[in-house]
Protein backbone atom coordinates (compact mmCIF):
# COMPACT_ATOMS: atom_id res chain seq x y z
CA UNK A 1 0.00 0.00 0.00
CA UNK A 2 2.31 2.37 1.10
CA UNK A 3 4.85 1.26 -1.98
CA UNK A 4 2.45 2.11 -4.47
CA UNK A 5 1.41 5.79 -3.02
CA UNK A 6 4.85 6.50 -3.22
CA UNK A 7 5.20 5.60 -6.44
CA UNK A 8 1.70 7.58 -7.27
CA UNK A 9 3.45 10.65 -5.68
CA UNK A 10 6.71 9.56 -7.95
CA UNK A 11 4.79 9.41 -11.05
CA UNK A 12 2.89 12.58 -10.51
CA UNK A 13 6.08 14.72 -9.37
CA UNK A 14 7.80 13.26 -12.49
CA UNK A 15 5.13 14.72 -14.66
CA UNK A 16 4.99 17.90 -12.72
CA UNK A 17 8.98 18.72 -13.43
CA UNK A 18 8.61 17.71 -17.10
CA UNK A 19 5.30 20.23 -17.36
CA UNK A 20 8.31 23.03 -15.32
CA UNK A 21 10.77 21.99 -18.06
CA UNK A 22 8.35 22.45 -21.25
CA UNK A 23 7.20 26.05 -19.40
CA UNK A 24 10.67 27.18 -18.86
CA UNK A 25 11.80 26.35 -22.44
CA UNK A 26 9.12 28.14 -24.09
CA UNK A 27 8.74 31.22 -21.78
CA UNK A 28 11.17 33.56 -23.16
CA UNK A 29 10.01 32.47 -27.08
CA UNK A 30 6.29 33.28 -25.40
CA UNK A 31 6.84 36.69 -24.26
CA UNK A 32 8.74 37.59 -27.63
CA UNK A 33 6.00 36.61 -29.40
CA UNK A 34 3.85 38.38 -27.23
CA UNK A 35 5.63 41.45 -28.04
CA UNK A 36 5.72 40.74 -31.74
CA UNK A 37 1.70 39.99 -31.61
CA UNK A 38 0.34 42.77 -29.59
CA UNK A 39 3.04 45.35 -31.62
CA UNK A 40 0.75 43.82 -35.01
CA UNK A 41 4.27 42.37 -36.38
CA UNK A 42 5.96 45.58 -35.86
CA UNK A 43 8.33 44.51 -33.14
CA UNK A 44 11.09 41.81 -34.12
CA UNK A 45 11.30 39.07 -31.02
CA UNK A 46 15.03 39.55 -31.31
CA UNK A 47 14.46 43.32 -31.53
CA UNK A 48 12.67 42.79 -28.24
CA UNK A 49 15.38 40.69 -26.76
CA UNK A 50 18.12 43.14 -27.82
CA UNK A 51 16.09 46.07 -26.00
CA UNK A 52 15.49 44.04 -22.57
CA UNK A 53 19.44 42.77 -22.72
CA UNK A 54 20.10 47.08 -23.35
CA UNK A 55 18.01 48.00 -20.70
CA UNK A 56 19.23 45.74 -18.19
CA UNK A 57 22.76 46.65 -18.82
CA UNK A 58 21.48 50.20 -17.88
CA UNK A 59 19.97 49.55 -14.93
CA UNK A 60 22.84 47.46 -13.95
CA UNK A 61 25.18 50.07 -14.44
CA UNK A 62 23.20 52.72 -12.42
CA UNK A 63 22.61 49.82 -9.53
CA UNK A 64 26.38 49.21 -8.96
CA UNK A 65 27.39 52.74 -9.29
CA UNK A 66 24.98 54.31 -6.99
CA UNK A 67 25.67 51.89 -3.87
CA UNK A 68 26.98 53.41 -0.75
CA UNK A 69 30.74 52.14 0.49
CA UNK A 70 28.91 50.76 3.52
CA UNK A 71 26.52 48.42 1.21
CA UNK A 72 29.85 47.68 -1.02
CA UNK A 73 30.36 44.12 1.71
CA UNK A 74 26.28 42.44 1.47
CA UNK A 75 26.19 43.54 -1.91
CA UNK A 76 29.19 41.41 -2.24
CA UNK A 77 28.11 38.53 -0.26
CA UNK A 78 24.83 38.30 -1.94
CA UNK A 79 26.85 38.40 -5.59
CA UNK A 80 28.55 35.30 -4.27
CA UNK A 81 25.25 33.58 -3.08
CA UNK A 82 24.28 34.00 -6.95
CA UNK A 83 27.53 32.62 -8.40
CA UNK A 84 27.03 29.66 -6.12
CA UNK A 85 23.86 29.52 -7.77
CA UNK A 86 25.32 29.61 -11.00
CA UNK A 87 28.50 26.43 -10.33
CA UNK A 88 25.36 24.29 -9.72
CA UNK A 89 23.80 25.19 -13.20
CA UNK A 90 27.26 25.08 -14.94
CA UNK A 91 27.98 21.78 -13.12
CA UNK A 92 24.42 20.33 -14.61
CA UNK A 93 25.38 21.57 -17.82
CA UNK A 94 28.61 19.97 -18.38
CA UNK A 95 27.48 16.78 -16.48
CA UNK A 96 24.29 16.10 -18.10
CA UNK A 97 24.42 17.34 -21.51
CA UNK A 98 24.82 15.38 -24.24
CA UNK A 99 25.71 18.30 -26.48
CA UNK A 100 28.94 19.43 -26.66
CA UNK A 101 27.88 23.07 -27.08
CA UNK A 102 26.73 23.17 -23.85
CA UNK A 103 29.64 21.36 -22.42
CA UNK A 104 32.09 23.63 -23.73
CA UNK A 105 30.08 26.64 -22.15
CA UNK A 106 28.97 24.91 -19.10
CA UNK A 107 32.71 24.24 -18.73
CA UNK A 108 33.62 28.18 -19.24
CA UNK A 109 30.80 29.40 -17.21
CA UNK A 110 32.16 27.13 -14.24
CA UNK A 111 36.23 28.54 -14.76
CA UNK A 112 34.44 32.57 -14.45
CA UNK A 113 32.20 32.02 -11.82
CA UNK A 114 34.75 29.98 -9.66
CA UNK A 115 37.22 33.13 -10.58
CA UNK A 116 34.17 35.74 -9.65
CA UNK A 117 33.64 33.31 -6.40
CA UNK A 118 37.05 33.39 -5.39
CA UNK A 119 37.47 37.34 -6.41
CA UNK A 120 34.56 37.88 -4.46
CA UNK A 121 35.56 36.52 -1.08
CA UNK A 122 38.97 38.33 -1.68
CA UNK A 123 37.46 41.80 -1.70
CA UNK A 124 34.98 41.05 0.95
CA UNK A 125 37.84 40.28 3.25
CA UNK A 126 39.86 43.24 2.55
CA UNK A 127 36.48 45.48 2.66
CA UNK A 128 35.77 43.29 6.06
CA UNK A 129 39.37 44.64 6.83
CA UNK A 130 38.77 48.17 7.01
CA UNK A 131 36.74 48.16 9.70
CA UNK A 132 39.07 46.49 12.27
CA UNK A 133 40.61 48.06 14.82
CA UNK A 134 44.42 48.79 13.96
CA UNK A 135 46.97 47.51 16.48
CA UNK A 136 49.70 50.07 17.69
Same mark, same amino acid.
Given at each position: ?? !????? !??????????????????????????????? !???????????????VLSIFVG???????????????????????????????????????????????????????????????? !????????????
Amino acid at each position: MA !SEVMN !SALDRLEHAVEAVRVAAEQAPEAVAQAAHGV !SGGAIDPFVFRLAIFVLSIFVGYYVVWSVTPALHTPLMAVTNAISSVIVVGALLAVGISASGYATGFGFVALVLVSVNIFGGFLVT !SRMLAMYKKKDR
